[in-house]
């Protein structure tokens, strides 16, 4: 079980998830301080380590879109939240695929800050409003690259299975 920390509406850009005027910052250690810059509360949050691990971000159409810039999908890796959204602008998605952030495409979710939600590969269910929705899964190659925490990660395990 999760809890969804952020309830965001379509088209959330990289701007807002993070702030160009933080671009001089881009070790994947460093950028969660700058997670959501301008949303001050959930800011201080983050910063100050009173969100749990795996919690989730739910938000519409087309999260992620805008630039290109892979620190805004580090800077939610480095908290290790689950962003579920309607879908993903193309870039961020692959971008988070590279990085290894639990990212799920659900088209109709519908849940609210403060929610416990069930996460399995093909649904997830609102406890909390007792629904049920639809995850459209990931083709299996990039969903393996998640699960082995990246594609540098990935890489590693395959070039260690080829030796073998």
């Not at 969804?4 to 160009?20: A, M, R, W």
């Not at 950028?31 to 949050?45: H, K």
């Not at 969100?51 to 480095?78: D, H, M, W």
């Not at 083709?139 to 395990?157: E, K, M, W």
């Amino acid at each position: 079980m999760t809890k969804v920390v952020l309830k965001l509406g379509d088209d959330v850009s990289t701007d807002i998830i993070y702030p160009g005027r933080f671009m001089a910052t881009v070790l994947p250690t460093e950028t969660p301080q700058y997670i959501f810059a301008d949303l001050v509360d959930f800011n201080r949050r983050v910063k100050n380590q009173d969100i749990a691990p795996q919690s989730v971000i739910v938000a519409g159409n087309n999260f992620g879109c805008g630039s290109s810039r892979e620190q805004a999908a580090s800077c939610l890796k480095g908290p290790d939240f689950i962003v579920i959204a309607r879908d993903f602008a193309r870039i961020f998605l692959q971008n988070s695929i590279n990085l290894g952030l639990n990212t799920i495409i659900c088209p109709d979710i519908e849940a609210d800050e403060g929610d416990e939600l069930k996460i399995s590969a093909t649904q997830v269910l609102n406890l909390t409003s007792g629904k049920n929705f639809k995850v459209v899964p990931l083709p299996q190659a990039r969903q393996a690259i998640i699960d082995a925490g990246g594609l540098i990660p990935y890489t590693r395990q395959r070039l260690l299975q080829t030796k073998k």
